[in-house]
């Protein structure tokens, strides 16, 4: 079993002969994405996580083709059909599968509108404090010294307050408004890839292939952004994608707080918050169902956030 | 010590007055200060009185130094929606947030340790598993969601428990507690539970990991092979060392308590801070907003600062590599 002893020994599980064989046998050049995808599947759990998050991207992406109402088309709505319990039939024959709420409107259309909402202030906060975040970070690594010390400072900072305090007092100086969102949660974000990515590329810095583009006498912009910049990346892929449930999250918390989106652009937040004054008579639907697909869309990006990190980082496998 | 102590506190002092500086420039270079500290509907003659009296006709950097001689007299405005000081009107909601942080704490600790420790003594087993993937449910879940659930559970369907408020209250050395009477208990309980959820889980994780290490001890092999029961070993030889992440974290943990009280407080219309600074916030009461920042910031700094200093005593070594850096 000389093969065997080449491979990592958190790959090898006991009894489990063909899971060996797989590995041992598997041609030296691999592709690192067939290799990714490989050890990605081994959590079917995050296999679903995977499969429901495409399914509610794609329903977000493609909310007005799929939902059987406009829900923010007044001339769609009626109010007579207004707290419809789910499952109730409407006056032209639609099914209002999650029911409807005050205003007449299908709970189903507004979810996956809300969805949209709430997926893209996630996913485009995250990516802006990506960018922001990770740029400080590679140049406190990379220059190091007085501007290390000034970046890191800021950071410790104000990671030493929570999240949500930081963006209430943001929002309470900014107001209401998508774009004041978005503002807030870059800001609250930017720090934890400044720190993941700085932490990497000082590891990274000291390895020999940056030592010998070094000694080729590359620019340095050409040695940070092709040669330590792509080394850096796998952690922060990591923190992103927990970073984008995260995000969803502490929106739909300010959306229910009232500090969030306003009632134009109603994300998922919004709509359990508009909900909540009538779960307390009885009508559960209009507050449940939106917490159910945030729910859902937090969970599953979670899983495949749990399992990269399991995949990418090789010293965190079991 | 007494160089620790004064190295710590003087980093604090750097990161409160930062803090200040930074309000300052949101609140008065950023905002337009008039809106801020008087009323929307204020008549131009009154902002004129306001500006003159709250110093904003001066230059930039002599209203930093009011503004900083005013919150260090513990002036911080009044606030427009109650007409009373807004440091007062803050201090009189503190001790019903404090009662609610309290409680999650002590429900975070004595359900947290015990699971956590049986996490980590069963950690291949179907128990320790079962725990952990609950605990990742108190992680993932909105704070807020949890809340609502708690109250269609416990108080739309199953009618055991009132949905809001804070119930009859009792003094308790002259502050008004909800802890001694029976109905406060029961209004206190679903917010307890709903700001403990996240500690618990965060609790259960620490425990876990310290069972973990701790077991691969010289220590506690050493105390097995003397034939000890294995209560003892694990009740007085372990324990110990697992509480010192656990406690760092949780003192850690109580700013972020008070910040996200402010969620359940909504949730369950509980009188704290937090609701005020909700409801001030919509209501555009500004110096209350100002306020509660200022003191959030000291509380915070505080509880770092009272943790490093807790921290030291419980493990020397942390004193010694500081006071050499």
Request: glycine content about 8%; proline content about 5%; hydrophobic content about 55%.
């Amino acid at each position: 079993m000389s093969e065997a002893t080449e491979i990592h020994p958190g790959e090898v599980h006991i009894g489990d002969v063909d899971e060996v064989a797989e590995t041992a046998y598997a041609p030296k050049a691999e592709p690192p994405v067939t290799r990714f995808w490989r050890e990605f599947r081994q959590s079917p759990v995050a296999v679903l996580g995977l499969a429901v998050v495409v399914v509610i991207t794609l329903a977000a992406v493609f909310a007005p083709f799929i939902t059987p109402q406009n829900p923010y088309d007044l001339a769609q709505l009626s109010i007579l059909e207004g707290r419809l319990p789910p499952m109730s039939q409407s006056m032209d024959g639609m099914t209002y599968w999650l029911g409807t709420d005050d205003q007449g409107r299908d709970m189903l259309s507004a979810i996956i509108y809300g969805l949209r909402i709430s997926l893209g202030i996630g996913a485009m906060s995250t990516f802006i404090a990506v960018l922001i975040g990770g740029s400080l970070g590679l140049l406190a690594a990379y220059y190091g010294g007085r501007i290390e010390s000034l970046i890191m400072r800021v950071v410790d900072l104000q990671l030493s307050f929570p999240a949500i305090l930081v963006a209430l007092i943001l929002l309470a100086v900014l107001g209401r408004g998508v774009d004041k969102v978005l503002i807030a949660l870059v800001i609250v974000q930017w720090a934890y890839y400044a720190r993941t990515i700085r932490g990497q590329a000082l590891v990274e810095r000291r390895k020999e292939y940056i030592e010998a583009a070094r000694c080729l006498a590359l620019s340095d912009r050409r040695i940070v952004f092709r040669h330590l910049l792509p080394n850096c990346l796998p952690p922060v892929i990591v923190v992103g994608t927990v970073q984008v449930a995260n995000a969803i999250a502490l929106e739909a918390t300010l959306s229910f707080l009232g500090v969030g989106v306003p009632i134009t652009e109603p994300s998922l937040g919004l709509l359990i918050s508009n909900g909540y004054g009538y779960m307390l008579s009885g009508d559960y639907w209009i507050s449940f169902f939106p917490g159910i697909a945030l729910v859902i869309a937090v969970v599953s990006l979670n899983l495949v956030g749990d399992q990269l990190r399991d995949v990418l980082n090789p010293r965190l496998q079991r | 010590m007494l160089v620790y102590v004064i190295r710590r506190l003087s980093q604090s002092l750097v990161v409160v007055a930062v803090m200040a500086a930074l309000v300052f420039v949101g609140v008065y270079a950023i905002g337009n200060p008039i809106d801020m500290m008087v009323s929307p509907d204020a008549t131009p003659a009154e902002m004129q009185a306001a500006m003159e009296r709250l110093g904003l006709d001066e230059p930039l950097w002599k209203q930093f130094f009011v503004f900083i001689g005013n919150m260090l007299q513990g002036d911080m405005g009044t606030s427009f929606v109650h007409n009373e000081p807004a440091l007062e009107l803050i201090l009189q909601r503190l001790p019903a947030t404090m009662e609610l942080a309290a409680c999650a704490m002590l429900i975070a600790t004595l359900v947290g340790v015990p699971l956590g420790v049986i996490a980590g003594l069963r950690s291949e087993g179907p128990t320790g598993k079962t725990i952990m993937a609950g605990s990742i449910f108190g992680f993932s879940l909105p704070n807020f969601w949890q809340g609502l659930m708690l109250i269609m559970l416990f108080a739309v369907i199953l009618g055991w428990l009132p949905a809001g408020g804070r119930g009859e209250t009792a003094p308790l050395f002259g502050v008004q507690i909800s802890f001694l009477t029976v109905d406060g208990l029961t209004h206190l309980l679903l917010p307890a539970i709903n700001v403990a959820l996240y500690k618990t889980a965060l609790v259960i994780r620490l425990a876990r990991a310290g069972t973990r290490e701790v077991m691969m001890m010289d220590y506690v092999k050493f105390a097995r092979a003397k034939g000890l029961h294995p209560r003892r070993v694990i009740l007085v030889h372990m324990l110990k060392n697992i509480l010192i992440p656990v406690v760092t974290v949780l003192g850690l943990e109580l700013g972020n308590v008070i910040a996200f009280a402010v969620v359940t407080e909504t949730v369950f219309a509980w009188p704290g801070m937090g609701k005020l600074l909700i409801d001030s916030i919509v209501n555009l009461d500004r110096p209350v907003v100002v306020a509660y920042l200022m003191l959030t910031v000291l509380v915070f700094i505080l509880i770092n600062f009272l943790v490093d200093l807790a921290y030291s005593a419980l493990d020397p070594r942390v004193r010694l590599t500081e006071s050499k850096g």
